[in-house]
């Protein structure tokens, strides 16, 4: 079945600790989107790829960085992670093809910062 | 600025039992797309509905059913006849246009309601 892959499901990091998530997906969709959701709150977007054009949302902390080296495959770099970062981080993917399309999500990634 | 308000924080309910989750809306836009998505405990967000601005007509999906009124910015989702399976947090949102011509589209969401199912 076509999806929308994270890996991994957990992960633990050391306050500072650099640690990077993923995202795969397989529906072939030009754009992938990363989501931050703390415990109890709504889904905040913190940036987007269209293709390789990078969209960064005003108010991300310089302390998130992306990668995306393909269409397949895209990355979420903290670099320095706080207490403050802990939270589910959600990957999601449309279609550019029509408009405001629905955004297929993945099962997230839950961080722990100790 | 666009905003999502979902004011019911967590509903319980018994199964077979009808609920309705409500949605309010602010946008300055036009032409705006609602959306409700679905987040069981696995974490999943799990599309449910879209509705463009232009289209009031309800729409009825099996047990779901989803009310839109532009008049009172409200777009609330009724689910008929409840089942444990639906337990779950449900989440409205709206999608702000600006990149690439509506290509891609930001989701402003509610702070969403977590429904409780009871056998």
């Known amino acids: 079945d076509a999806m929308v892959i994270q890996n991994p499901r957990y992960q633990v990091t050391q306050f500072g600790k650099p640690v990077t998530l993923s995202c795969s997906q397989t529906?072939?969709?030009?754009?992938m989107y990363w989501y931050q959701q703390k415990s109890s709150q709504a889904p905040k977007l913190l940036f987007h790829?269209?293709?390789?054009?990078?969209?960064n949302e005003a108010d991300t902390p310089d302390n998130f960085q992306s990668r995306r080296p393909n269409t397949s495959f895209c990355f979420l770099d903290i670099r320095s992670p706080g207490l403050g970062d802990a939270a589910m981080y959600l990957c999601?993917?449309?279609?550019?093809?029509?408009?405001?399309?629905?955004?297929?999500f993945g099962p997230g990634t839950r961080l722990t910062v100790l | 600025a666009q905003k999502v308000t979902q004011a019911q924080t967590e509903i319980s309910v018994v199964e077979k039992e009808d609920v309705t989750l409500d949605c309010v809306y602010e946008?300055?836009?036009?032409?705006?797309?609602l959306f409700w998505y679905k987040q069981p405990p696995s974490g999943e967000l799990v599309f449910l509905i879209r509705?463009?601005?232009?289209?009031?007509q309800n729409e009825i999906s099996g047990r779901y059913s989803w009310n839109f009124q532009k008049s009172t910015s409200s777009f609330n989702f009724t689910i008929t006849a409840s089942q444990v399976v639906d337990s779950a947090v449900y989440f409205c949102?709206?999608?702000?246009?600006?990149?690439?011509?509506?290509?891609?589209?930001?989701?402003?969401f509610g702070t969403g309601t977590l429904l409780a199912v009871q056998p």
């Open positions: 999601a993917t449309s279609r550019p093809t029509g408009v405001h399309n629905e955004q297929f």
């Open positions: 529906l072939n969709h030009n754009v």
């Open positions: 790829y269209y293709d390789k054009d990078f969209n």
């Open positions: 946008t300055r836009d036009t032409t705006y797309y």
């Open positions: 509705r463009n601005s232009f289209d009031e």
């Open positions: 949102a709206l999608s702000e246009a600006g990149y690439y011509g509506g290509a891609t589209n930001k989701l402003i």
